[in-house]
Structure formats: C-alpha cells, structure tokens
C-alpha cells in the first residue's frame, strides 16, 4: 500500500541524511540536504506502465520551485520514451535495483 511504501522510502532517505517533507501534488516528497532541494514523485510506483507526462509535471514543478533536482520511483522501468524525457529534461529515475537500495 502507498502509505507503507511512502513510510518506508521515508525512511530510506532519512538513512542517507536528507531532511524528508511530505508533500501532495506532481511531487510526494521534498528532499532537503545541504541547501539543496530534491522533488521526489513516488505515488505511481506500483504502475506497470510509466509514460512522459508523470516526468513532465515533476520536471515543470522543479522548475517553477527553483529546486535542484527532481527523482521519479517506479518498480517497473518508464517507457523508452518516457526514459528519453528523464535524460533530456534532467529527472533522475530510481527503478528496480536502484529502488531496493533506497528503501534497504
């Protein structure tokens, strides 16, 4: 369930020295950590499929905060389109392996 997943990469990043907020919206936490601002969207991570427009509302609310980056969490991987997007728009994906060792 969201609240357990939500819980648990709370924790994850709390492990590795982020201050964690919780937010609602296109991001569903604030990563703060050295005067730096990371948006994080998690709420679709149990989707099978992930397209662009998820990655396009997380990139335009990094832009409109100033944030200094931004991370999408997806057990599965994003479409290859999708993977284009994150690479050419500067958003960081965290799927897989790479979501195991964020919430161990």
Known sequence: AWREFADALEQG???????V??????ADFALLREGRT???????WKAANQ?????????A???AQGAD???????????ATAQRYA????????CDADLAR???
């Not at 990043?13 to 201050?19: D, I, N, P, V």
């Not at 397209?51 to 990139?59: D, F």
């Not at 980056?69 to 479409?79: E, H, K, M, N, R």
């Not at 690479?87 to 965290?94: A, G, M, S």
């Open 21 to 26: 907020k919780r937010l609602d919206g296109p």
């Open 13 to 19: 990043f709390t492990a590795q020295g982020y201050s």
């Open 51 to 59: 397209g662009v427009e998820p990655l396009r509302e997380l990139a």
């Open 87 to 94: 690479k050419d728009n500067r958003v960081q994906l965290i």
């Open 69 to 79: 980056q931004c991370i999408f969490v997806s057990l599965s991987q994003p479409t």
């Open 38 to 44: 990371t948006l994080v969207a998690a709420k679709r």
């Open 61 to 63: 609310l990094r832009d």
């Open 102 to 104: 964020v919430i161990i």
